[in-house]
């Protein structure tokens, strides 16, 4: 499977942990996005990076989360300190370009659940 | 960022064709119209894209008019699996240069036997 693949599926967190998820890509594709859903909402972008280089943070709460994608290895997106509002979905996209008319692809998403 | 509005829900029997209708008013002129389909639990599929006037893949046809200001979603014969939610996009260009997609809520699609 060439797709776009998200870990772990499923995460548990303590409030006050630290929650990192991973998401590579698809073959052959530079650009990642991150996105969050609630419960019965649409997904709502957060970051949007390039192989070292974060271009688009709009989208990212001010504190406690940070993204990567580094030169080798899978994107990852940090929650340091969790709170019980961060139960969410995180879903990862990647595309070719970042141009409109490349679709972004996602994975299946980590669910994290802050106890 | 151009905003979408579709219905919030329809309802379908098996084998019939099934159109789904977004508007968009505001889209922009390099803005392209892209569907996906999520089913619980997972991350949302590419259907289709388009710009203008028709497109076909093998599991869906997008009409756009000539104004594109609204697109339909036409998926053919549905069967109890195409029960999902359906997300029309028309993403733009951020003030970062990043082209970013806005998902609303979708239209919930229930297939009935």
């Known amino acids: 499977n060439a797709g776009v693949m998200q870990n772990p599926r499923h995460l548990v967190r303590r409030r006050g942990q630290e929650a990192r998820l991973r998401c590579s890509p698809m073959?052959?594709?530079?650009?990642v996005y991150w996105y969050r859903q609630l419960p019965e909402e649409g997904l709502k972008f957060m970051v949007y990076?390039?192989?070292?280089?974060?271009?688009?943070e709009s989208g990212m709460p001010k504190e406690r989360f940070s993204a990567e994608f580094p030169k080798e290895g899978p994107s990852i997106l940090r929650i340091q300190q969790v709170v019980r509002g961060d139960s969410a979905a995180y879903f990862c996209?990647?595309?070719?370009?970042?141009?409109?008319?490349?679709?972004?692809?996602f994975g299946d998403g980590t669910r994290l659940s802050i106890l | 960022l151009a905003k979408t509005t579709q219905p919030i829900s329809m309802d379908s029997y098996e084998g019939q064709e099934v159109n789904i209708t977004c508007s968009h008013n505001?889209?922009?002129?390099?803005?392209?119209i892209t569907w996906y389909q999520q089913f619980p639990s997972q991350g949302p599929r590419f259907i289709i894209q388009?710009?203008?006037t028709k497109v076909t893949n093998e599991v869906a046809s997008l009409f756009i008019p000539a104004d594109r200001k609204s697109s339909t979603l036409s998926l053919p014969r549905v069967s109890l699996s195409d029960t999902a939610v359906y997300y029309c996009?028309?993403?733009?260009?951020?003030?970062?240069?990043?082209?970013?997609?806005?998902f609303g809520k979708g239209t919930k699609l229930s297939v009935i036997p």
């Open positions: 388009g710009y203008k």
């Open positions: 990076l390039q192989k070292e280089n974060i271009i688009d």
């Open positions: 996009l028309v993403g733009g260009y951020s003030g970062a240069g990043s082209y970013q997609l806005t």
């Open positions: 996209a990647s595309s070719l370009t970042p141009d409109s008319n490349q679709p972004q692809h």
């Open positions: 073959k052959g594709h530079s650009h």
């Open positions: 505001n889209i922009a002129t390099n803005d392209y």
